[in-house]
């Protein structure tokens, strides 16, 4: 048995006293999980919101934050972010202050409230009807089967990569097949990605110059194919997008070059990392493999919602304080800063009973939190995100029954995003 098919266990979490670790230290974020987990228990634990002072990034042209209130209970995550009047995201969903016109580039519609929200998310939603979501199952079938047609051919001593080779190709390819981006640029697209999530991550760029720079290129490419797409129409989402009308307006070129930053990079990291996490859940937890792979169709539903809760792709999200208001306990002020921590609130023992086991018949009553929580800024591509784990674990299950996880991961450094970044996995 490897290593890396050995589960963390309730038990084996150590004692981190709260006062000995900063959430907003790097060096947390790369210390062992057990670590991690034990110190997020603490502060579920603990009564009250735990507040941690925000730190200079380097390279940042912008003044240290005045700090946050770390919200780590999932009642607590839930209340904020269905009570979007209370708690806004127009300031801001990461967690450093930046102005309202670079939230709005680098975030688009998670960094707005309504009227605003409501205007974007109403015409880019043209895209992702049942209608359109249903256009491409066909699609996210033939890619999933070319991946492991590929495999096969590629690598006859049954080993590989499997970021590299499945959990990464899917999603881009998908979304970029639905956006109409040709496929000679699907790697560039990639790379973009990388960077912009990988910020932090040496073997990405690892600075902030590195991120203004394949965001910018990245909103330029965008800009192009939505005027492109708006001066002649083709079979994509794009056009749909940019032709959609919702009381009169459209998307203007700039907007459609925000929102496809937040698009390309959400729906191919996110999808990604639930994959990757995912097939390593099953390597370790092989009798829920049985459970799942013996009755696919039965259990597929609970399964996909499990693998996201325990791979938790996105660590949070950041909303402000709108009025005086009382959080567990915690009188808050206007303009506070409270981060949702969906890392901790997935394993939040109040709410899921054992939840460091990965257990593919857990109910989805309450429902995980991996998709943003619910409210307003729920996740626009879940579905599109289930169908793409579904159909990438019944290819295994049927034509690599025997695939499994043979390395430790080597995970992204990021506090933002749950990454991996390289996985090693066999079939023979």
């Known amino acids: 048995m490897t290593m890396s098919s050995v589960p963390l266990r309730a038990d084996d979490l150590p004692v981190v006293p709260l006062g000995s670790f900063d959430l907003s230290d790097m060096e947390f974020w790369v210390q062992p999980r057990e670590i991690r987990e034990g ?25 240290v934050g005045p700090g946050y209130y770390a919200l780590t209970r999932y009642e607590d995550v839930w209340a904020a972010s269905r009570n979007p009047q209370l708690f806004c995201s127009g300031n801001g969903s990461n967690i450093g202050d930046m102005p309202q ?25 043209k895209g992702f009807t049942p209608k359109q979501i249903t256009r491409v199952n066909d699609y ?15 690598f006859p001593d049954g080993e590989c990569d499997f970021v590299e080779e499945i959990a990464a190709p899917l999603p881009l390819q998908i979304i970029c097949e639905m956006m109409g981006i040709p496929e000679t640029d699907i790697k560039q697209i990639f790379n973009w990605t990388n960077i912009i999530l990988g910020a932090g991550d040496p073997e990405y760029g690892g600075t902030l110059e590195a991120l203004m720079t394949a965001a910018l290129e990245m909103f330029s490419y965008a800009q192009a194919l939505g005027e492109s797409r708006l001066a002649t129409a083709q079979d994509d989402m794009t056009s749909t997008m940019m032709h959609a009308e919702v009381d ?15 698009l390309v990079v959400a729906g191919n990291e996110t999808t990604r990392n639930a994959i990757s996490h995912g097939m390593r859940a099953l390597t370790m937890f092989p009798d829920q493999r049985a459970k799942w792979f013996d009755d696919f169709d039965t259990n597929t539903k609970t399964a996909v919602e499990e693998i996201v809760r325990y791979a938790t792709p996105v660590i949070h999200f950041r909303r402000t304080v709108t009025e005086d208001t009382t ?4 009188d808050l002020k206007a303009g506070d800063k409270v981060v949702l921590w969906y890392n901790s609130a997935n394993r939040d023992e109040r709410t899921f009973e054992n939840p460091y086991d990965f257990d593919v018949l857990r109910s989805s009553q309450p429902p995980q939190a991996g998709f943003g929580a619910g409210g307003p800024h729920f996740c626009l591509g879940a579905n599109l995100a289930r169908r793409e784990i579904s159909v990438m674990f019944d290819e295994i299950r049927t034509r690599l029954p025997k695939m499994r996880i043979v390395g430790e991961p080597d995970y992204l450094m990021s506090f933002f995003i749950n990454g991996i970044k390289h996985l090693r996995c066999a079939w023979n």
């Open 101 to 125: 016109e670079m939230n709005e580039f680098f975030g688009s519609m998670i960094n707005m409230d309504d009227p605003k929200h409501f205007r974007l998310r109403a015409i880019v939603s």
């Open 248 to 262: 009169g307006e459209r998307l203007t070129a700039q907007e459609f070059g925000s929102f496809f930053i937040l």
């Open 327 to 330: 959080l567990s306990g915690v």
């Open 140 to 154: 996210v079938k033939t890619k999933a089967a070319a991946i492991v047609d590929n495999l096969l051919e590629k």
């Open 39 to 63: 110190a997020f228990k603490t502060m579920r634990d603990t009564p009250g919101l735990p507040f941690f002072a925000e730190r200079e990034l380097v390279g940042s042209p912008f003044p």
